[in-house]
């Protein structure tokens, strides 16, 4: 399945960009549609931990997220389960000259029925909806350290 994929560079080390994107709970300060998550699951953050999260579009969405990556300092993922199937999400930390490059990555694993019929859809909107969330996310970390 094709993945779909954004980029951006900010200002900020990348230990401070990875500790931000890989804590779950700080995901509705950036994300769209009103994003709420709680964490399931006890303990740090470790592969297997578990979040619900609930967001308004198109009417109330609830997820299942699962950590299925954690590299620390360079890659945090996780599977999302919900109304559009399975969804693996992963952001990848790197240093770079002028700070970090964050990438931001989603791959349908498994698509529900309405996906396959609003496919067409998403193809056209997840591109820009990880773009905006890259930016979010920049914008927040330059705010804090400037």
């Known amino acids: 399945m094709k993945t779909f994929e954004a980029e951006?560079?900010?200002?900020?080390?990348a230990q401070?960009?990875?500790?931000?994107?890989?804590?779950f709970t700080k995901h509705g300060e950036w994300a769209g549609h009103g994003l709420q998550v709680t964490k399931d699951s006890d303990g740090?953050?470790?592969?297997g931990s578990?979040?619900?999260t609930v967001a308004k579009q198109?009417?109330?969405?609830?997820?299942?997220?699962t950590v299925t990556?954690?590299?620390?300092?360079?890659?945090?993922?996780?599977?999302?389960?919900?109304?559009?199937?399975t969804v693996h999400h992963?952001?990848?930390?790197?240093?770079?000259?002028?700070?970090?490059?964050?990438?931001?990555?989603?791959?349908?694993?498994?698509?529900?029925f309405l996906a396959k019929m609003t496919s067409w859809k998403i193809?056209?909107?997840l591109p820009a909806g990880l773009q905006a969330d890259v930016e979010k996310i920049k914008g927040r970390l330059e705010s804090r350290s400037g």
């Open 8 to 13: 951006t560079t900010i200002s900020t080390p």
């Open 50 to 52: 578990t979040y619900s």
């Open 69 to 85: 990556e954690l590299e620390p300092g360079r890659v945090f993922g996780w599977d999302s389960k919900g109304a559009l199937g």
């Open 90 to 112: 992963r952001f990848t930390v790197a240093a770079a000259d002028s700070g970090t490059t964050l990438t931001k990555s989603a791959e349908f694993l498994d698509r529900s």
């Open 44 to 47: 740090p953050v470790a592969i």
């Open 58 to 65: 198109f009417g109330t969405q609830r997820e299942h997220s």
């Open 123 to 125: 193809s056209r909107g």
């Open 16 to 23: 401070t960009v990875f500790d931000y994107v890989s804590d």
